[in-house]
């Protein structure tokens, strides 16, 4: 594999102060601004994270989304909606045994939660 992995993402909203400010309250990121640069930052993730390119017949394409882990996806549907976003695709359970749902925050742009299948007990 060549050493080109995603480094950075970005995300356009129609109103970058509200769009931070959601995923401040629902992820409790600790997202700052740049006056300089009028941006947020948004803190690095610990590793790259993998990806995977595919066709989505049911979505307005093209689109590029994120997914975010969380330990409770049905918690955070609630806490997504309670913040002003909107749950586009409820939580369905994959192949895998995860959990993933997709939502858009406040101005539009969709984003996606991932639950990690529970371990099975012995």
């Not at 959601?22 to 409790?28: H, I, P, R």
């Not at 690095?44 to 689109?63: Q, S, W, Y």
Request: proline share 7%.
């Amino acid at each position: 594999m060549a050493n080109t992995p995603i480094v950075f993402w970005e995300l356009a909203s129609h109103d970058a102060d509200k769009s931070a400010q959601f995923l401040k309250d629902v992820f409790d990121w600790d997202i700052s601004y740049d006056a300089d640069a009028n941006f947020y930052d948004v803190p690095a993730f610990d590793k790259p994270v993998p990806g995977g390119i595919f066709t989505l017949r049911r979505a307005r394409l093209p689109f590029l989304t994120i997914y975010i882990r969380v330990d409770d996806i049905d918690a955070m549907v609630t806490r997504v909606e309670e913040h002003g976003g909107y749950i586009v695709d409820p939580p369905i359970v994959i192949d895998s045994g995860s959990k993933i749902c997709l939502f858009s925050e406040p101005s539009g742009v969709i984003l996606a939660m991932y639950e990690p299948a529970k371990a099975k007990e012995e």
